[in-house]
């Protein structure tokens, strides 16, 4: 059983930056971000495949990065420009599908407990 434990959230003010991690207990293939805001379902963030392709919710481009340190199993979304509707907790997930699952939710096995984002006007 894969153990996923997400750290950096926080409250920032918009325009700020946070960066959060996520620490697997073991090595697991493919890794994502989700979050979900109070009141919405969960929506996808960013999905890793490797250093040359990932894959954001197309709104998140330009803003979220996703990285990822193999020797650590360690994921990491750092987020630039936060804006208030980018409240919401953060999770970790991943996958030991056959193929990437990209930011299909239904294909990821393990999560983490989440970590809460709030940003401020």
């Known amino acids: 059983q894969v153990q996923l434990v997400e750290s950096g959230g926080g409250s920032v003010q918009a325009g700020g930056s946070l960066r959060l991690s996520c620490a697997a207990s073991?090595?697991?293939?493919?890794m994502a971000w989700f979050r979900q805001a109070p009141g919405k379902e969960r929506e996808g963030v960013a999905a890793?495949?490797?250093?040359?392709?990932?894959v954001y919710e197309d709104s998140l481009k330009g803003r979220f990065t996703v990285s990822r340190d193999n020797t650590e199993n360690t994921l990491y979304l750092q987020m630039n420009n936060l804006r208030p509707e980018d409240t919401a907790m953060y999770y970790c997930?991943?996958?030991?599908?056959?193929?990437?699952?990209?930011?299909?939710?239904?294909?990821?096995?393990?999560w983490g407990q989440g970590t809460q984002v709030t940003v401020s006007s």
């Open positions: 073991e090595y697991i293939y493919w």
């Open positions: 997930a991943a996958s030991s599908a056959g193929s990437f699952p990209g930011l299909s939710e239904a294909s990821y096995h393990y």
């Open positions: 890793w495949r490797s250093s040359s392709l990932t």
